[in-house]
């Protein structure tokens, strides 16, 4: 119950993060929004923004570990069952890297939608402002 909380504290963390940045542009001015937008997604496609404090070096060891106990045990025509911790730490990561994804493809559509935006407005013709009639 205490992972789960913590889980839903960071996905809140998460979401306001990825809301800020997205109104930090808006709130720029001047600046292009969608180059903001792109560099805030590039950045979110590093693979550091993916692994880094999601996969430690003990799930990389506990992977490795059953990895080399399924080949010896395939050698001599047996099946390892995977560990229990694989299992636990497995559905952790992969709901993490479900609510980066979910982030990441929000941004992304942030990006597409604030690039369309900008060919419409250029594709419109000039308009001299109407005069208003008496």
């Given at each position: 119950m205490q992972e789960r909380?913590?889980?839903?504290?960071?996905?809140?963390?998460?979401?306001?993060?990825?809301m800020l940045a997205l109104a930090s542009p808006?709130?720029?001015g001047d600046k292009d929004p969608a180059a903001e937008y792109e560099a805030?997604?590039?950045?979110?496609m590093t693979p550091q923004?993916?692994?880094?404090?999601?996969?430690?070096?003990s799930d990389v060891e506990l992977l490795f570990a059953?990895?080399?106990?399924?080949?010896?045990?395939?050698?001599?025509?047996?099946?390892?069952p995977v560990p229990e911790e694989l299992n636990r730490r497995a559905e952790a990561i992969g709901r993490e890297f479900q609510t980066h994804g979910m982030l990441t493809g929000l941004l992304?559509?942030?990006?597409?939608?604030?690039?369309?935006?900008?060919?419409?407005?250029?594709a419109q013709p000039d308009r001299e402002p109407s005069i208003p009639r008496p």
């Amino acid at each position: 119950m205490q992972e789960r909380a913590v889980m839903n504290a960071r996905r809140l963390v998460a979401v306001t993060g990825l809301m800020l940045a997205l109104a930090s542009p808006t709130m720029a001015g001047d600046k292009d929004p969608a180059a903001e937008y792109e560099a805030l997604l590039e950045q979110m496609m590093t693979p550091q923004a993916w692994l880094g404090g999601r996969v430690t070096e003990s799930d990389v060891e506990l992977l490795f570990a059953y990895l080399k106990a399924s080949l010896a045990a395939a050698s001599q025509g047996r099946e390892v069952p995977v560990p229990e911790e694989l299992n636990r730490r497995a559905e952790a990561i992969g709901r993490e890297f479900q609510t980066h994804g979910m982030l990441t493809g929000l941004l992304l559509l942030h990006v597409l939608e604030a690039r369309t935006k900008e060919l419409v407005r250029e594709a419109q013709p000039d308009r001299e402002p109407s005069i208003p009639r008496p």
